[in-house]
């Protein structure tokens, strides 16, 4: 992402990126810098590879956060990224768990996996997986909302259930056998407190296009899971060809307007996207 600034929420100015004095009440320098360095060395936050993840959101906000020079407000960035630096603490509990492939136990490049999902070529994060292929957890962070899809079933929510079956169908794919199929293989393991893991049912690649994203509270959302995809997947293919991002961004549609509204009606840009402003500095979109 070209960062080249950040907006203080509190104070509703922009400041240069280096600029920690006029951030300091909001986050640490050390903080900045490291949200700085993972959009820069992480490829996943820089490229045209599509992820996993590209399903569940909002290709605008990917566009102008990836290719446009941007000034986000870091604690929205935190909030997004925290949980890949949770996933250290996570993983050094899973270190326990004889068996275990983590991103920080020494399996980075293992936990990595490329191939073809919904006809495109997807690259899928695995958070934790059993080295015989019995178990693929999915860590959520409270922090982040992850508590809220908890509940007493113990079943995964349906856009948890579509990433982590995403994640399986790549995995079956690369080692051309069944994985993570049997009982509790799929896990959403939710980190607040305690941990509390859902498990995902097994769904089939159709099934998991056609779930929908987004809203628990106020009803449908509209969005699934299959389109989301392909919306980035046309956004990058354009930005391959040499059009201007901000001409990508503005033909996107404003995904994050209805996912994930709150029974308060509020929208997921409002509560969670960094680049808001940008975005709505933008015109197009719906
Ligand atoms: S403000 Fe909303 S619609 Fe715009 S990029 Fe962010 S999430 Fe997407």
Redesign the pocket.
Known sequence: MPIVGWRNAYTGRTCDVDDYAAMAKVMPAFMLKALVDAEREDVRHSGTLLSVTNGL??A??VV?TRFMPCKPDPQKLWRQQGGTYLHEKAAALAAYDMGWVTEHNGGAEECVVVGELLGRVVSGKRDAFKRDFSKLRDYKFSFSGGDKFVDATRVAEPHHAAQLNALRLLTERAVERECFRGDGGMEAWVVGGTWQPTYAPLMSEAQVAETEVGSTKVGASGWKYGVLLEQHAKAYERIERGDKAEDVAKAL?????T?WRSRKGE???TA??P??RE??ALAG?M
Request: proline share 5%; with cysteine; glycine share 14%.
């Open positions: 959101g909002c605008r906000e102008i549609p404003l995904v994050g307007l996912m929208c997921s840009c969670h996207c680049v808001k975005c709505d979109g």
